[in-house]
């Protein structure tokens, strides 16, 4: 709902009508995505009877970029997305299962 509310703020609709159905498109859109990643994520841990495994991860990111190419009916799009996602969900993973820390504590 925050992409959508931003992206109706970048850019203006031409009528609330308009504004309405471009907030409903992007937010089904990324419920959506969340959705095939949490499914696409289970799934390959279930079969891959491996549950912790940051590569399911790669699984559910790469099957949400999928997603969004078929959304926008492009090979590329989705092709970059699938890597793009998968590789973000695997460091992810990878970084809560070894504890990172990609900032300090905040300062007092």
């Known amino acids: 709902m925050v992409g959508s509310a931003?992206?109706?703020v970048a850019v203006q609709p031409e009528s609330t009508m308009a504004g309405?159905?471009?907030a409903t498109n992007?937010?089904?859109t990324m419920a959506t995505m969340g959705a095939v990643?949490?499914?696409a994520t289970c799934l390959s841990a279930q079969a891959r009877d491996a549950p912790d495994d940051p590569f399911n991860y790669f699984i559910g990111?790469?099957?949400?970029?999928i997603f969004i190419g078929a959304r926008t009916h492009s090979a590329m799009t989705g092709t970059s997305a699938c890597l793009?996602?998968?590789?973000?969900a695997?460091?992810?993973?990878?970084?809560?299962t070894e504890?990172?820390?990609?900032?300090g504590a905040p300062v007092r």
């Open 84 to 88: 793009g996602l998968g590789v973000l």
């Open 61 to 65: 990111g790469c099957a949400s970029g």
């Open 37 to 39: 990643f949490g499914m």
């Open 6 to 8: 931003y992206h109706l």
């Open 99 to 103: 504890g990172w820390k990609l900032a």
């Open 26 to 28: 992007i937010t089904v």
């Open 20 to 22: 309405l159905q471009r």
């Open 90 to 96: 695997f460091y992810t993973k990878v970084g809560k």
